[in-house]
């Protein structure tokens, strides 16, 4: 039998910014991290742009996915 998964809310932009500050937050924190090791060889401007754009993509994607998963846990008790 396939295991059932559980569908978050709809879209709603409130849930879109916290979902995006979050993820932003995580891959700001993974290229700075990544990053130091190189000695900042790459423009931390483009880093930061870059965890941007990406922040909007996949919480664009993890809202249209649909699944419920630990970080929508966190996102309903904010």
Known sequence: MKKQ???TKQFS???FIVLYL?????????????DMYDLFIYNP???TIGSFI???VIA????K???KT????????L
């Open 70 to 77: 630990r970080v929508d846990d966190i996102i309903d008790k």
């Open 13 to 15: 932009i409130k849930r």
């Open 45 to 47: 401007y483009l880093l």
């Open 22 to 34: 979050i993820y932003t937050f995580l891959f700001l924190t993974i290229s700075f991290f990544l």
């Open 65 to 67: 996915n649909g699944e």
């Open 60 to 63: 664009y994607y993890h809202i």
């Open 5 to 7: 998964h559980k569908k």
């Open 54 to 56: 990406l922040g909007a």
